[in-house]
Structure formats: structure tokens, C-alpha cells
């Protein structure tokens, strides 16, 4: 059941949450969940690398470009609930400071479900450095022994991992799948705003097809023709397997 659900997703650069969890995002809001989105980074240094083929180029026109972008993309994919943190890139300095910043927006949201980047991506070290600050902030933001004013512990969420590029290089391991047949025009649209990263683009839509295939083989629903897939952080409990 997917109305009512609370659903944050971190995401260290500007695409990042289009690219990976774009389907689900959409699928969510659409069904009435309540998506809230972080942005710690444009990605301005490591991941606009077509943008800066234009010579003359600055850093700010850069990160003006990246904001457009993605506002766009979030727009198109019915994202209202979005903050940018604004932080640098290659690497991303995460300090206690957005550790505690992180923690409040946790206990804030409380959300039953939190995708993230995966614990190791072997093309982008910011990927990594940021599931390990979301898995400590998830750990710090239900316990009841880390204080933080105005705020109480969260409940536990299920945490899920996005599929990062490159998958099996950096031996990604699929948990979950999930059917975006009926948004994927959505995503592709949301992924044609990035033209810093246009190369990604034709990527993103045949793993949406590559995991619709594997997600039908695997249920035996004929109807599913596009898929994100995710890493499952934790084991799935419940009163029955499903």
C-alpha cells in the first residue's frame, strides 16, 4: 500500500535521484505517498562534465545550469518537498555539522522508507562517502540517546540502496524491484533536463527496460515492461515471506 507512505531520498548530486529512483519518486506521488528529496551537492566539479566543454565556462554558470536542470526534473516528476544543500563535490566534505542537519531532517520527515546511494561505487567515491553519512544519521536519528532540540527519535525505516552505474563492477546486488511502467515517460522526460550529463540518459532508459525484463521474469506479471531495481540495506521482516 503505497498511499500514506513517507519516503526520503538523499541524493549526493543533482541526477543522482533521477537517474536512480526517478520511477519510484514519480510512482509514489502519483499513488499518494509523501516524497521529500535532499540534493547535497550540484555536482559542479566531478558531474557536469559536458558543460564544462564550453570554453570560458565558470563555476557559477555551471552550478546555475545544474539548478535549472534539475528543479525541472523534480518538477516533471511531481516533487514538491526538495532542499539543496549546496555542498562541493569531488569530494563532498560532510562534517557534524550536516550530520546534525541531516539527523533533524530524519526525525522531521520520519520517513518508513529511505533510498540512498549504495556502499560502494566503484566510479564515484562522493557515492560512497555519502551512504556511509546516511547510514550514521539513520543510526543517530532513532536513537533515543542522541539529543537533538525540538526533535524525538524516528521510528526505524527500511533503507534501500539505488543501483548505481556500472553495477557490476562495483558488485551491486539487486533486492528489490519495482514496476514504473506506468511513470516511465515521466522519467525519461525528467532525465532529458540533464544535458551536463546527456550521456546517461540513453543509459538510464535500457536499465529501466534490462530491470522490466528481470522483474518479470522473477513475478510472472507480463505488464511489467520498465523497473528500478534497489539493494535491500537491511533484510525485509515481516509476519510472512513476500
Not at 102 to 129: F, T
Not at 154 to 166: A, L
Request: charged share 25%; with cysteine.
Amino acid at each position: 500500500m503505497i498511499q500514506g507512505k513517507k519516503l526520503l531520498v538523499v541524493s549526493a548530486h543533482a541526477a543522482d535521484y533521477v537517474w536512480r529512483s526517478g520511477g519510484v519518486i514519480a510512482k509514489y506521488i502519483e499513488e499518494g505517498a509523501e516524497v521529500h528529496v535532499v540534493v547535497l551537492s550540484y555536482g559542479v566539479r566531478g558531474e557536469s562534465n559536458d558543460l564544462w566543454n564550453t570554453p570560458g565556462r565558470t563555476a557559477d554558470e555551471v552550478k546555475a545550469i545544474r539548478d535549472k536542470e534539475t528543479r525541472a526534473a523534480a518538477e516533471i516528476l511531481g516533487i514538491t518537498n526538495i532542499e539543496f544543500w549546496d555542498l562541493p563535490d569531488y569530494p563532498i566534505p560532510l562534517t557534524e555539522a550536516d550530520s546534525t542537519r541531516l539527523v533533524r531532517k530524519m526525525r522531521e520527515v520520519n520517513p518508513d522508507i529511505l533510498i540512498s546511494h549504495d556502499r560502494y561505487d566503484i566510479m564515484n567515491p562522493d557515492h560512497c562517502d555519502v551512504q556511509d553519512f546516511v547510514h550514521r544519521c539513520s543510526v543517530m536519528s532513532v536513537s533515543n540517546g542522541v539529543e537533538l532540540e525540538g526533535t524525538k527519535a524516528s521510528k526505524q525505516m527500511r533503507i534501500y540502496s539505488f543501483e548505481p552505474h556500472q553495477t557490476e563492477m562495483s558488485n551491486f546486488v539487486p533486492g528489490s524491484f519495482v514496476d514504473i511502467t506506468s511513470v516511465y515517460d515521466k522519467k525519461v522526460a525528467a532525465m532529458k533536463c540533464f544535458e551536463a550529463q546527456s550521456h546517461l540518459i540513453e543509459y538510464y532508459t535500457h536499465r529501466a527496460f534490462l530491470r522490466g525484463n528481470h522483474a518479470r521474469r522473477l513475478s510472472d506479471y507480463k505488464d511489467y515492461k520498465y523497473a528500478e531495481c534497489f539493494a535491500n540495506f537491511f533484510p525485509i521482516v515481516g509476519p510472512e515471506l513476500y
